[in-house]
């Protein structure tokens, strides 16, 4: 493993982990004067990326996340999948069909619970996100790592 | 790189931009309509040059940043219109719920000094149309989400592409 790779996987592991701190900032720090002033301004931030329907989100030590279920999983899932890289320093593969298996699940739980039952699960949409959001991490990391880092070093 | 490689991502960012001033599409905006706007514009340049071999890492990099800049830039001057016609937006909307949620923690002066900054932007919004922090600020969380969220699906659809050039041939 070329020492490019592993900074390359630390910085990838600080830049997603500074993303969910941010969406979470307010239940990480059980809800301090400084996470609570800022909060407008994250959620400003936040809302580009998320609908944030209050119905939607997740509340973790008494205060909600900043974006949904969904989101919430998809990002953790990328956070959670970054750390595990960076420890066992795999050269990752990804078929395409587990993208393609992991989009489908998500859009199907979308579809089932907005459109089939009109009920949210946020179990089943952090859940789903969660999968959706390591595979895809995988993914965006092998094409990074195989085809720039690697073309880069030749 | 001619000019003539900016018109695919300029026209699908442009899109994808209308798309993401809809009511209901704007929280897809970035995880959804912008990644498809990335890869469309990759598929749309190469019908325009017809090209048709394997897409590199370098042009999946370039369209994936070029498609998420082009609507981040586009989304930014759509919402900065509809500000301006409407003198309201979401942010001047939501703000007394939020400043109400907010006063009901006992912050004392750091809350003053915050919602100084929140008032002061809903205050120009409301009488101009206009707030130059505001646009700053929307400007520079559309820059930073819709390139990375560009740039992925340029990498996404630079895979799909060369698989599916592979099995075709």
Redesign the interface.
């Known amino acids: 493993m070329s020492k490019h790779k592993i900074y390359f996987r630390l910085f990838i592991f600080l830049l997603i982990g500074a993303w969910c701190i941010g969406f979470s900032l307010k239940s990480l720090s059980g809800?301090s004067?400084?996470s609570?002033?800022?909060?407008?301004?994250l959620?400003?931030?936040y809302?580009?990326?998320?609908?944030q329907a209050d119905h939607k989100l997740i509340i973790v030590n008494g205060f909600s996340l900043l974006v949904c279920a969904r989101?919430s999983g998809?990002y953790l899932g990328a956070l959670i999948t970054s750390v595990f890289v960076l420890i066992s320093l795999w050269n990752i593969k990804v078929s395409?069909i587990l993208?393609k298996f992991a989009l489908i699940i998500l859009v199907a739980d979308v579809i089932i619970n907005n459109i089939i039952f009109n009920d949210y699960n946020k179990l089943s949409a952090f859940f789903t996100g969660l999968f959706f959001g390591a595979v895809?991490f995988l993914?965006?990391i092998s094409?990074?790592e195989n085809?720039?880092l690697i073309?880069k070093q030749l | 790189m001619t000019s003539k490689k900016y018109v695919s991502p300029m026209v699908c960012g442009f899109g994808a931009a209308v798309l993401s001033i809809i009511p209901g599409f704007?929280?897809f905006?970035?995880?959804l309509i912008v990644p498809f706007a990335a890869f469309f514009s990759l598929s749309l340049d190469r019908r325009i040059n017809k090209i048709s071999g394997k897409v590199?890492?370098?042009q999946?990099?370039t369209f994936g940043l070029l498609t998420g800049l082009f609507s981040a830039l586009f989304a930014t001057a759509f919402d900065i219109l509809l500000t301006f016609l409407t003198h309201t937006n979401?942010?001047t909307s939501s703000?007394p719920q939020?400043e109400a949620l907010?006063r009901s923690?006992n912050?004392?002066t750091?809350?003053e000094?915050?919602m100084h900054i929140?008032k002061k932007m809903a205050k120009d919004i409301n009488n101009y149309g206009f707030s130059t922090l505001y646009t700053i600020?929307?400007l520079m969380?559309?820059l930073i989400?819709n390139s990375v969220f560009g740039l992925?699906g340029g990498?996404?659809g630079?895979?799909?592409i060369n698989?599916r050039n592979k099995m075709t041939l």
């Not at chain 1, 609570?36 to 301004?41: A, D, E």
């Not at chain 1, 809302?47 to 609908?51: A, D, R, Y």
Request: glycine share 4%; charged share 10%; aromatic share 10%.
């Open positions: 809800g004067a400084l609570l002033v800022s909060s407008p301004i959620n400003l931030f809302h580009n990326v998320c609908h989101c998809i395409l993208f895809c993914m965006v094409i990074i085809y720039i073309k | 704007k929280a905006a970035c995880c590199s890492s370098r999946a990099v979401d942010f703000l939020t907010l923690y912050l004392g750091l809350l000094q915050s929140l600020s929307m969380s559309n989400i992925i990498l996404l630079t895979s799909y698989k």
